[in-house]
């Protein structure tokens, strides 16, 4: 069932058992009250460990969390570490030298101010400074973290972002590859990186990825046609 | 401006790269002008202006004051700019004395003020102690590029649909009529002037730009945010429909060809053809709308009335 | 590693001077004080502090002083105190349909009420803090809330302010002499009335409103300050120079010329003044009282000595009259009014910021509000 | 205002000049050679304002400072005596003073070669000792003076004219009288090209005349680059002969 | 009332809020980078603009501006966000009063709009604000949103904002009342109870208006 939670409104858990809280949910540090403090769909879900509940909803400012995928744009760097923007305005994050692979003090990234990255949070308090990195720290490689070279990078919804990169389900990306080669690499922070061929299809992938964020699933599909051909006929 | 939007590298190149191959990231061509929506509010003078996703507000109002002393024959225009972090947060509150904000509302100023776009000796009541001072408040609240022509077009819009309260004159004694006893009058326009901004970009290194013979330089009409943030130079020039420059600014930024320049200044004119019409077209069909609202006001009226 | 280092450290609480805690902490303070019964400036609960009020301390207008204040006062409550000076301003009336018998007429007689027929006074709050700066937010926000207050206390009719200017003429023997058009005699009658202008003049009125030794909010020190100068305001008479309305410019610009007249000067007569008409019952005053909750938790001594003592209740209690630095910080629920003793109401104004705001604490404010205009009115 | 005859059917304009005469121009540089790293004074007709440029050097302000490449700075100062009645007001921070200053950076931000300068700040002050007309043109020509004094590299000279336009003549360099008569376009341009670093027109130009004018304005800042070269060489002469001598 | 969420691009939340002869738009942007002196070492940084209809802004809009920021400070999760900044942007499009006298309108609708713009923002708040305008007029009748003829004849002038709880419906405070004009007591508590009323029956449309952006954002 669909509930519509609005903030201030009582969450349907049971506070006798272990409640883990998701996003749109808040322990109020003085008060101890569980509230939900976003607008949108409860969503609870009773496991062995207890409940998780979560608000859905979507945004635009990224906040960062531990594990999340984000796409950084270099914007400074210092004696130890590169600065990184995750989203014009925000706070940056701080991006090691040592957060690569193979990295030692001898053997330092190469990254230019401009350049843009793919990483992984790795630390997000609150009241510090979040870190990224561009390894995985499990096996020592890159798994597919570092510089993103050319392409070009757009900005989305969170939600969406989300979409694409966590719903196996959604079409998107499927339906893309029917129409060029791509590259991509989404960050949840709602900046997506695509590269392709040439310069035609990246404009229509660019296109085709913002109008599908503004509407249904079931209208992706006539949408990248549409696009597609658009700029097919510019060309003649 | 407070802190700048980042744009990646890759993404600068992709752009400029796009260019050289003669596309736009909305898919426009060079020379097209964005779609220009007006909406007028309940009052006079409220206009609403939207090109994209650009959209400046203007208000404008009056009030009876003193006029300068140096003209007694002349009423007050002001029109005033302030941007607030509504339209970006790269924007500052209060302060606009940036480079960029003091050009808008330069530009702006020269363009409708400057310009005798409206008729001030129009709007002197008693010389030398009476006059209207008429302001333009623009409010920039989405900021998508395109801030000059689109506050030029809100303006003059605003100007023009704006209509001030009747007066009678007993030598020294004004009464204002309030606007449901009589029939406001509207402003003196004396001609209508609209901007239109071209961006350059160079898709060759600087030296090629200045000594080179090639003018291989990129001219596109009405940027957008993102393609306002990577341009090397700006020209705006402001015409009105008699075939007059009223201004042109080409503040510094990349060197471009005389001639380059005049074909830019033509391209203008048929697009600012285009939006005068457009202009006077919408007020007319709003006036048009308020009559038939008014009539039906009245007739209710007189209808409880017997 | 050093032996020595690793030596356990004994750990000593440690104690801090109130006026210390104080700065450090204001809400621990705050609430140390409120557990023991009283607030840190050691006032009870309800208990304001007392208002002192000189009058006419200040010079004013007149032919011995070049000043042009007409109204003042100081007022000085606890270590805070507020000197308001009321100046005033002739202007020419550009609200042209704001006749007062015009809008009798147009509105009927039971538009007493219309707040158009009202004035107000321009304050400018000056809060010393021993350095230049631009205004701070709290000095523009008192101000305008002044400003507010008295425009819908409708303390001040317009018509009180309106300027009936008299004229001075001189005559034949180079005797000057100034008539105004309420005393004058049948023969000034026929001389006043060519001067009868088309203009209308009137007062305004700005208040420099200064306070000094800043310890907690201001606006109530400062409205009451301000309703004191208001009381004592004397308005000179206003004449026009019989010489100068006679006198014409010519104007040319583009060819264009025109004549403007009526250039005249208005001046004031130091030596007549008469009282401002208020709406007497109008006048009242201000009084801010604070919501909070004790918490028991951060009092001195539960821990130690009662420890049976059952768990006490959070209790919320009504403070009156916020002071000091601790009590600013602490307190979010905030109730200010401006009343009379009659207990009508001008102005109420609730934030509840933090403890909840309930029926009975707004009703205890009332009352306790109705006992201070009490207090303050015995005193103009 | 009496109607002045700003351009008799002789040909001739109040000064006496034709509509394709420059004023006098008379410049020199190395003015001040003990109060900045580059300097230069002017005199084009009654215009008289000299330019200091101080740098390349380190910012004073950790916000100016720029990994890639220098940040320029103008300032622009406009004395209240350099107008026939001394204003009242200072002019520092009126906008159009704000704008001309803009106006010059970004002219000079693309033809000075910044990016060889990275982290450092480099500073152009200007003082206007008198005016009359044509300004901005003016501060342009000093500023390009000054900068080769303080050898700072850049791809050409930016030369300044305004130019007129008096119903359908245009007039080359105008003077403040004939400023206020008529609509006037300020271009500045770039070396001996045709390309234009600054335009700035201000008042009602037929569209159809614009060419003309410009066709004008660039002919006579070709010219003033000419008297800027000659001054620079003259000066370099000078200046190779007094360190023969040692 | 109409509201319309979403209505600027550049900015994380806004709204477009129109109720009667108010016209409100409100942008929010945040968490974001505060400049060094607006820094808050525990908690988010509120910065409120409010821009009138017409004119430059005076000591009354920030008068506006420090209201707006009495009444949301308790609303949001301040400690959430610590040295953070969230800018509160609020443009007056229509102010339906005449300004020089009132501003209880405004004070509503920027009230209103901002909490929209929180919403659709996704800051992290703990109730939702609703606020009522109302006036008293001479014969001792409640008008809620009173035009500004009505304005001008009354008697006195309110400005309420509920918090509300637990499906909205439960009144968790009152964040504001600013009452001008002459009234007692007695009037006053009516005007609260009134105005609870309305606050309680408006709520509804917020939660419509909430219901119907949420379904938008996530394609339901």
Known sequence: MLRLIVPGDKLDIDLTKNVSLGPGVYCDPRTQIIQPVNAGIENIQVGKRGQIVHIDYDSKRYVPAVGDFVVGIITGAFADSYRVSLASFSSPVSLSYMAFPNASKKNRPTLKIGDLVYARVCTAEKELEAEIECVDSTTGQSSGFGLLEGGMVMDVSLKFARNLLFDEKFPLLRLLSQHCKFEIAIGVNGKIWIKTEDTKDTLACYKSILDCAKHPVNEHASILKRNFKALLNAIE | ?306 | MNYMEAETVEVQPITLQPEVLARISPELSFQRHLSLGFRPSLRGFEEFRDVELEKDSLSRYSTHSDNNVIGSSVVRSGDMFCITKITGGIIEDFEVNADDDFLTKALGENSKNDISRYASVHPVVEVERGRMGACTDEEMTVSQKLYDGVLHSRLIPKKSLAVNPGIRTTDENGEIRVIYPDEQSKEDNILTRDFQSNKKWSYVLYAKIQVFSRTGPVFDLCWNSLIYAIRSVKLPRAFIDERAVDLKMTVRTKGRSATIKETYDILCDPEMCSPLELNEENISFASNYGITDIDFEASLDVDEEDENMEVMEPKTVLIADIDTESEETSIKSIISIIGNERGNLKHVSVIGGGSKVTPDMIKRALLLSKERAKDLSTKI | MSRLEIYSPEGLRLDGRRWNELRKFDASINTHAHLSDGSSYLEQGNNKIFTLVKGPREPSQRSQLDQSKATLNVTVNITRFSKFERSKASHKNERRTLEIQTSLVRTFEKNLMLQNYPRTVIDIEIHVLQQDGGLVGSLINGITLACIDAGIAMYDYISGVSVGLYDTVPLLDINSLEENAMSCATLGVVGKTEKLSLLLVEDKIPLDRLENVLAIGIAGAHRIRDLMDQELRRHAQKRIANSSKK | MQVQTGYLNKVDGSSHYENKSVKVICSVTGPIEPKARQELPTQLALEVTVRPAIGVPTTREITLQDKIRGVISPIICRYKYPRQLCQITLQILESGEEETLFNVKELIGCINSTVFALIDAAIAINSIAVGVSMAVMGDGTFIVDPSNEQLKKSVSTHALVFQLVDGSKVVENVLLLDSFGNFDESTLFEVLEYGEKHALSLAKDFRKTIETKIKKDLFM
């Not at chain 2, 506050?151 to 309260?165: E, R």
């Not at chain 2, 130079?233 to 402001?238: F, H, I, M, Q, R």
């Not at chain 2, 200044?265 to 007319?284: F, G, L, M, P, V």
């Open chain 2, 1 to 306: 401006m407070a802190k700048d939007i980042e744009i990646s590298t890759a993404e600068a190149q992709f752009i400029v790269g796009a260019l050289k191959e003669r596309y736009r990231l909305d898919g426009r061509s060079f020379d097209e002008f964005r779609e220009v929506k007006i909406k007028f509010g309940n009052e006079y003078g409220d206009v609403m202006v939207e090109m994209g996703e650009t959209k400046v507000h203007v208000r404008i109002s009056c009030q009876v004051t003193q006029p300068y002393e140096d003209r007694p024959f002349e009423g007050l225009f002001l029109i005033s700019t302030e941007s607030t972090p509504m339209a970006g947060p790269q924007f500052e509150n209060g302060t606009n004395t940036s480079g960029d904000e003091v050009l808008i509302s330069r530009i702006i100023e020269k363009a409708i003020r400057r310009s005798g776009a409206l008729d001030v000796e129009g709007l002197c009541i008693v010389a030398g102690s009476k006059c209207w001072a008429v302001r333009a408040n623009v409010h920039f609240l989405n900021c998508d590029g395109g801030f000059i022509d689109a506050s030029c077009i809100a303006v003059i819009a605003g100007l023009m649909h704006f209509k001030k309260p009747d007066i009678t004159v007993h030598g020294e004694k004004v009464i204002v009529h309030p606007l449901d006893e009589r029939e406001p009058v509207p402003l003196g326009i004396l001609h209508i002037p609209i901007c239109v901004t071209f961006s350059f970009f160079n898709p060759q290194d600087t030296e090629e730009n200045i000594k080179g013979e090639s003018n291989q330089e990129i001219a596109i009409i009405d940027a957008t945010l993102k393609e306002e943030l990577l341009r090397d130079g700006v020209l705006t020039v402001t015409l009105n429909k008699n075939r007059e420059v009223v201004q042109v600014s080409k503040a510094g930024g990349l060197p471009m060809d005389a001639l380059q320049l005049m074909e830019c200044c033509h391209k203008a004119y048929s697009i600012i053809e285009r939006i005068t019409d457009q202009i006077i077209n919408q007020i007319k069909e709003d006036y048009k709308e308020r009559e038939k609202y008014k009539a039906l006001l009245s007739s209710e009226n007189a209808r409880d009335a017997s």
